[in-house]
Nanobody
Framework: QVKLLESGGGLVQPGGSLKLSCVAFGFVDSDYAMSWYRQVQGKERDLIARISSRGDANTYGDSRFTISRDYAKNTGFLQMTNLNPEDSGVYYC??????????WGQGTQVTVSS
């Protein structure tokens, strides 16, 4: 059974940085794309960044974020810099192979506040 486990969230001051990690347990290999979503209470999950199975990264215009992955460790990362309160929310890791059913992590809370 596939399980995604996020870590690295927490409380950070405006302008600070955080690095989120997502470890994939089970059969998640290099054929899977990995993504990060953010959800604010009462709203839908928004796609923040995606890295393809080949390593093509996309942060959809937000240069403060960097997505990467370590294939050997089945781990994905989201480096976030210059954070502001609007970046607060629960961050979810997502893994998907082609058009197969995706997998989600349980989420990690990020709070940006002074």
């Amino acid at each position: 059974q596939v399980k995604l486990l996020e870590s690295g969230g927490g409380l950070v001051q405006p302008g600070g940085s955080l690095k989120l990690s997502c470890v994939a347990f089970g059969f998640v290999d290099s054929d899977y794309a990995m993504s990060w979503y953010r959800q604010v209470q009462g709203k839908e999950r928004d796609l923040i960044a995606r890295i393809s199975s080949r390593g093509d990264a996309n942060t959809y215009g937000d240069s403060r974020f960097t997505i990467s992955r370590d294939y050997a460790k089945n781990t994905g990362f989201l480096q976030m810099t210059n954070l502001n309160p609007e970046d607060s929310g629960v961050y979810y890791c997502h893994a998907r192979k082609g058009f197969e059913t995706p997998y989600w992590g349980q989420g990690t809370q990020v709070t940006v506040s002074s």
